[in-house]
């Protein structure tokens, strides 16, 4: 009885192995290739509030809402990128203008504002943000948390240039 040593198995990683590491022989970034843009999500823009002001804190805080801005496509972090954030917390409804607030991400697309505690709406605690200015294509998320305990919550973008 003989063995056979080629499987559909091992000829499909072996395939995967040279299409990322290429003629070269070099490993490349394979996840940044091709990054597809984030859709807007259903019912992200409740209560949106278009020109929303940059602050450092919204109300007493206690919870970070944190994440990244990418360009689709290649990856590339995207600095001094507006994200817009609201939220029904502690301090109030989504739709009071004191639970919303910007921030600008930094030199890595990396975004992080504090703001109150996060507790649920219509049965589900979570957070609504956006991207709104000209250069990309508008984008608005609504992540749900696991749990009304948690003091955190990311989202990603990644951007579609207008």
Do not use: C
């Given at each position: ?6 499987t559909r198995r ?59 801005v990418r360009r ?91």
């Amino acid at each position: 009885m003989t063995i056979d040593l080629i499987t559909r198995r091992t000829l499909l990683a072996a395939g995967g192995a040279a299409a990322v590491t290429g003629v070269s022989g070099l490993l490349v970034p394979a996840s940044a290739q091709g990054l597809a843009p984030t859709r807007s999500m259903r019912g992200g823009s409740n209560n949106y509030r278009p020109g929303a002001p940059i602050v450092d804190r919204i109300g007493g805080g206690g919870f970070w809402m944190s994440g990244t801005v990418r360009r689709a496509g290649d990856g590339a972090p995207l600095a001094g990128q507006r994200i817009q954030i609201w939220a029904h917390t502690t301090e109030g409804h989504e739709r009071d203008a004191r639970s919303h607030g910007a921030t600008l991400t930094d030199a890595n697309g990396v975004f992080r504002l504090e703001m109150p505690q996060i507790v649920p709406a219509f049965g589900q605690p979570h957070a609504h943000l956006a991207y709104d200015s000209e250069d990309f294509e508008t984008v608005f998320l609504r992540p749900i948390m696991s749990s009304s305990k948690d003091t955190s919550l990311e989202a990603h973008f990644v951007l579609q240039p207008a």
